[in-house]
């Protein structure tokens, strides 16, 4: 399976923004976008050129994928799935991010990172309505009960997180129970829900052309 393996410090340096890829670290003073908050390479430390309208729809597009953890052709499928649902298109494309099963474990604070909630459910650590689930991509729907698997030393490690991420607090439509380690679906993910600093717009914008 693809995925980006580079550094994610660089990734958001590029972004201009914090992306909060690694978890906890992002939050400390060893975060690397607080050391260097100019983007990266030769001339980073220069002036930011501005930028031409399609320059920002392909930041915007970017900064969503690596904000999701996906590639290319992964979120051409979400956009072009989004597209034919009802509705505003930006708006389904990011309800469509945001039920992925490895957003939902980062949503719900058994991981401090989508990366790190990414490898709890390749690893085989979630049940989903008592169904091993280990695909990362999977779509949760309204009703469905997100569990993590019995294994002591893995409890203990998202406990553990649980416990560090308790002032993060949780979506609306996700209700958490922390001591089972259970997360219930209790709606479909609204607009309001997900950051507001996201122009989904431009993506449009960019696919339409």
């Known amino acids: 399976m693809a995925r980006y393996t580079a550094s994610s410090c660089r990734v958001c340096r590029r972004e201009g923004t914090k992306l909060f890829l690694k978890g906890q670290r992002c939050y400390t003073e060893k975060c690397g976008f607080d050391k260097r908050s100019y983007a990266p390479g030769q001339h980073g430390k220069g002036q930011r050129t501005k930028l031409s309208n399609y320059g920002l729809q392909l930041r915007e597009k970017q900064k969503v994928k690596k904000t999701y953890g996906i590639l290319e052709r992964q979120f051409r499928k979400y ?28 949503r719900a604070c058994f991981a401090s990172s989508r990366p790190g909630a990414r490898q709890i459910v390749m690893h085989g650590h979630v049940l989903v309505n008592d169904r091993k689930v280990d695909i990362p991509s999977y779509s949760v729907k309204t009703g469905d009960i997100v569990v993590i698997k019995p294994k002591e030393k893995t409890v203990k490690r998202i ?51």
């Open 79 to 106: 956009f072009q799935t989004a597209s034919r649902s009802k509705g505003i298109t930006g708006s389904k494309l990011l309800e469509l991010l945001e039920r992925r099963l490895d957003n939902v474990i980062f």
């Open 159 to 209: 406990k553990d997180s649980v416990e560090k991420l308790k002032d993060r607090g949780y979506p609306t439509w996700i209700e958490v129970d922390k001591e089972g380690l259970k997360a219930k679906i209790t709606r479909v993910p609204e607009r309001s829900d997900m950051a507001a600093d996201i122009k989904e717009q431009l993506i449009v914008e960019l696919y339409s052309k």
